[in-house]
């Protein structure tokens, strides 16, 4: 069985965090894993769950497609979609117990079908045991996503900006729709720059960096840290994804 090279990952300490009652929390890493490889490759990645809590938790460990409909992310069952990678999904083990202040370890063994335009897994480690958040009944459920590249085919699209002009209670701030129009995921980490009328930067600020799955939308967007003086100025926003950029403008004047 071939396997599939890991390009990047990003092993947050905490990945997504569930509480119960104050008294600690879980967590699962790494959170996202990014893979590139060809179809019909397979990789195996190990998953933590680190238990914050005074007690103890038992998980199913299973795996959810993740698509894109309406440009908005979505979780379906495995199996429910063409091409589905959950349903390739192999875990080892497939139920966990947890005790409090301790880790346990699994893998999960997942393949890219053949043909297959999905890109996206989620592995889940579903909560069986009911505790109370306050007086709400709950159960945890935490997972790490799985991304795969396949191919170059990485392309983004964007509206013109949005320009909030500076004000005496808020900084200037951009926004607009930006969406994933290629076949591939990536990861957008944006630049807003500030130039002005003599064609000078006048400062710049780093944006939230953003992941896209194809077909995803997303309002991507933020605010200039510094303080401008009253004039006409020009911003720039450009965004670095998959070694491509894409950059976008707006004039705005500041009173």
Not at 12 to 40: K, Q
Not at 80 to 102: C, D, K, Y
Not at 158 to 173: E, F, G, I
Not at 223 to 250: H, I, M, Q
């Amino acid at each position: 069985m071939k396997r599939m090279a890991m390009l990047f990952l990003l092993a947050f300490a905490v990945a997504f965090t569930a509480r119960a009652e104050e008294d600690g929390a879980l967590s699962l890493s790494p959170a996202v894993v990014m893979l590139r490889g060809d179809h019909g490759q397979s990789t195996t990645q190990t998953l933590t769950l680190t238990n914050g809590t005074s007690r103890a938790f038992e998980f199913d460990l299973v795996a959810s497609d993740v698509i894109t409909r309406d440009g908005k992310r979505m979780f379906v069952e495995a199996g429910s979609i063409a091409g589905s990678i959950a349903a390739t999904a192999v875990f080892s083990p497939a139920h966990v117990r947890v005790l409090p202040g301790q880790s346990v370890t699994a893998t999960v063994t997942v393949t890219l079908p053949v043909d297959s335009s999905q890109r996206a897994v989620v592995a889940l480690f579903r909560g069986t045991n009911v505790v109370l958040s306050g007086k709400v009944p709950m159960k945890a459920s935490l997972g790490s996503l799985l991304t795969f590249t396949s191919s170059d085919d990485v392309e983004m699209s964007a509206a013109p900006l949005v320009v909030r002009p500076q004000s005496a209670s808020t900084n200037l701030a951009v926004s607009h729709a930006c969406t994933n129009s290629g076949h591939e995921p990536f990861v957008a980490k944006g630049v807003l720059a500030i130039v002005d009328g003599a064609g000078a930067l006048v400062g710049k600020s780093n944006l939230e960096s953003h992941r896209l799955l194809p077909g995803e939308s997303e309002q991507l967007g933020g605010e200039y840290v510094g303080e401008l003086e009253p004039g006409r100025y020009r911003v720039v926003v450009t965004y670095d994804y998959e070694g491509r950029t894409l950059t976008r403008s707006a004039e705005v004047q500041v009173r």
